[in-house]
């Protein structure tokens, strides 16, 4: 969601060519080496990870063939890609996917124990289905509250509030005194900030051993009426990120106060210092109901395809990019933060701006484990679209919610039902 920064001097990004055709045909025009491993991943981390390659080369003889996959077109790429039997080796996959993939057999079980020690805590559970580990965390990414320090004080703040009343009434605040301009960057198409309220809300969205919706609930019913309240006044764009060309230019010219986004827009944001010097912006957690809880967070993890042909190559490569040195280093280049615990002990993460995304990553948002998570939450997303923009009530939009979870649920309620699966 991001803007992905232009490559390093002598990197260039690799285009992603459509249908399993396309892949072999790619393979045979760039003359890739027979002996080289192939690894895909989104945006920055499939922009920056040749950074990275060079040293398990030096120590292994391996070459690594890296693409980078446009987080836009990664989902389909990679069932594409899986159709025709054409996965890399190794692959990044958000930690929301992880189910539908192992469902579908695309990816293999992590083999030894050890290649998930020393993690975070919250961040393994995504990672498993039916009971098995099939992923290795490799960055978390929670979504903080980028603040302009400059436009709060202005109003009396030193800090938002943390409380959705406060952070509300500070809003109204700031709204009155530039009533041309907005106070959130919270684009419809951007999921942070509604899942967070739901997870803050304490909503359980899955009913009946995750068989069925839960969004005609008090919890959720409570966090939509207060995510809708602030596009009804005024005090986020009803628009999505399309609408937005540059959203750092925006903050930067004071056109939003409250940017809530993940630890990859520092990177963006130290970038463009010269539109916005590092003194005007400070982080914080999001707002809940009475204080902090968990948020929303869009975690990388690594994945060996089943179909690999170099299983142990591939788990090698896997180990080599989530070492806490790897995860450090890719902190220096792009931001994300790492999995592992032992690398939280650098004095490279003691900056007080990172203090509260080591907060947060600590209550991560629950993710229903089923695999059919992924079109669930793109059904939300479209649904909480048309409730802001007054073409459907709060109870209504619930409703559709509900309906349209329940039919994607359809084929899990059946094989629950006939005790084919817990």
Known sequence: MNATPAPPSGLTRRTVLAGPGAFAVAACARGRDPRGLRFWAMSYEGDYSPHLMPAFTRA??????????????????????QAGGALPDVLMLPAGWIGEFAMIGAIAPVPAPALVDDMVPGVLPPTRYEGRGYAVPWSVAPQVQYFRRDLL??????????DWNGWRNMARLLKRRRPDDFVFLMLLNWPGALFTMLAQCGAALLRDDDTRGNFRSDAVRAAFAFYASLFVEGLAPRALSTEVQDPFAAFAQ?????????????????????????????????????????????????????????PADAWALV?????????????????????????WRSPQLASPILAPFAAQMREPAPIPAVPEWE????????????????????????????????????????????????
């Open 60 to 81: 292994t003889g391996i070459p690594v063939d890296v693409q980078s996959v446009p987080w836009t077109a990664a989902h389909e790429k990679l069932l594409t890609a």
């Open 254 to 310: 004071g056109f939003y106060a409250i940017w809530p986004s993940g630890p990859t827009t520092l990177l963006d944001l130290h970038r463009r210092r010269a539109e916005i010097a590092p003194d005007r912006w400070g982080t914080a957690r999001l707002a809940g109901p009475a204080g902090p809880g968990p948020g929303f967070s869009v975690d990388a993890t690594l994945c060996v395809s089943a179909a690999t042909a170099r």
């Open 153 to 162: 004080a202005a109003a009396g703040f030193a800090t938002p509030p943390l």
């Open 375 to 422: 079109r669930i939450q793109i059904e939300v997303q479209l649904i909480a679209e048309r409730i802001v923009r007054g073409l459907l009530t709060i109870d209504a939009g619930l409703a559709a919610i509900d309906t349209r979870v329940d039919r994607i649920l359809a084929k899990r309620r059946a094989l629950v039902d006939a005790g084919r699966i817990a």
């Open 319 to 343: 180990r080599h990019l989530t070492s806490a040195e790897n995860e450090l280093r890719f902190q220096r280049l792009i931001g994300t933060l790492p999995a592992r615990q032992s690398a």
